[in-house]
């Protein structure tokens, strides 16, 4: 079992910045994908970012490169997720994954754990 807990999501500007954190717990591994996904109202989840724990191997949704980065802690089994730039289309609820089922699925339902979520809202 892998428990994630998720935090940083806020209210922010337009233009302006956030950190998600994702802390991982259980059983994690260096082998393990990690990603962010998020899901706004009334739309399907949908994948934001991903990466493989101990290759630091990233992937990235076309709506969100160049403004968003996603990067660990090893020593910590944190996981972040930087944006930049926000825009008010980034408003969601923004949840941590762990362990997908099919090598670089970027499809919910390949993935295994989930946190919580954490709410960000992005206004004009």
């Known amino acids: 079992q892998v428990q994630l807990v998720e935090s940083g999501g806020r209210a922010v500007q337009a233009g302006g910045s956030l950190r998600l954190s994702c802390a991982a717990s259980?059983?994690?591994?260096?082998?393990?994908?990690m990603g962010w996904f998020r899901q706004a109202p009334g739309k399907e989840r949908e994948f934001v970012a991903g990466?493989?724990?101990?290759?630091?191997?990233?992937n990235y949704a076309d709506s969100v490169k160049g403004r968003f980065t996603i990067s660990r802690d090893n020593a910590k089994s944190i996981v972040y997720l930087q944006m930049n730039s926000l825009k008010p289309e980034d408003t969601a609820v923004y949840y941590c994954a762990a362990e997908r089922r099919v090598p670089d699925s970027t499809h919910p339902q390949d993935w295994n754990y989930w946190g919580q979520g954490t709410q960000v809202t992005v206004s004009s």
């Open positions: 990466m493989v724990w101990g290759l630091g191997r990233t």
């Open positions: 259980g059983r994690t591994s260096t082998s393990s994908a």
